[in-house]
């Protein structure tokens, strides 16, 4: 990573909290762009925060898949999938996500049908961009978590979260203007997990992720 990334200012009262959530934000809307070498005494110059919450916060992303540890060579943001990659990665997520909500539909308590469907529900208004994506982002995500959540497989949604790190890098080409759609194949899989209908609850999560890698292949015509 060279020269200054004018990372979004820190806002929230958790500091190490704050320090992650604005490195991820970096990364997905490539501030910190796919393949960039990361400079912790620069980020944490820039974030005026010392490097310890720095280090915290990339291990999380490392975690997550978003950026790379190399012995000697330190933090490096991952790169791009390729064209291959990205099909063999939605393909994966064809059988584990559709599996997690046909699991759900039939394994999920009262309560996960309820948050389910109350997160569904939600929009995220409109704004200024970064702030806007990475929050329509993170609710997407956290919408395919609770389904995940709702399999009653931990091991299941581990997979289904790292999968879903890979996509996270290519979110900055996402069409935002179709995040109506994805509104709407969200709640007709709520709807299906409520109802207790597992035949429905995956036709719905596979036709969401049929049109979901449509919508991402965009990335490939940058």
Excluded at 17 to 41: F, K, Q, W
């Amino acid at each position: 990573m060279t020269g200054p990334t004018s990372l979004p200012p820190l806002k929230r009262s958790t500091l190490g909290d704050d320090v992650y959530d604005s490195l991820r934000s970096a990364v997905l809307e490539h501030t910190l762009a796919p393949g960039d070498r990361v400079n912790i005494d620069q980020l944490a110059r820039e974030l005026e925060v010392s490097p310890t919450p720095v280090r915290e916060a990339l291990a999380r992303l490392e975690s997550e898949g978003l950026v790379r540890k190399r012995p000697l060579a330190g933090y490096t943001v991952s790169p791009l999938l390729t064209l291959a990659e990205f099909h063999d990665m939605f393909d994966m997520r064809m059988l584990l996500e559709c599996a997690a909500a046909r699991w759900a539909a039939t394994r999920a308590t009262d309560a996960q049908r309820a948050e389910l469907l109350v997160e569904a529900a939600r929009t995220v208004e409109g704004g200024e961009d970064r702030a806007w994506h990475a929050a329509f982002t993170a609710l997407d995500a956290h919408v395919h978590d609770l389904v995940a959540q709702a399999s009653a497989s931990p091991l299941l949604r581990e997979s289904i979260v790292r999968l879903h790190a890979h996509l996270h890098l290519h979110r900055r080409y996402f069409p935002y203007s179709q995040t109506a759609v994805t509104n709407d194949e969200h709640r007709a899989l709520a709807l299906a997990i409520r109802d207790g209908d597992p035949d429905a609850a995956e036709s719905a999560m596979r036709l969401h992720l049929t049109r979901a890698r449509e919508r991402h292949l965009l990335a490939f015509d940058e």
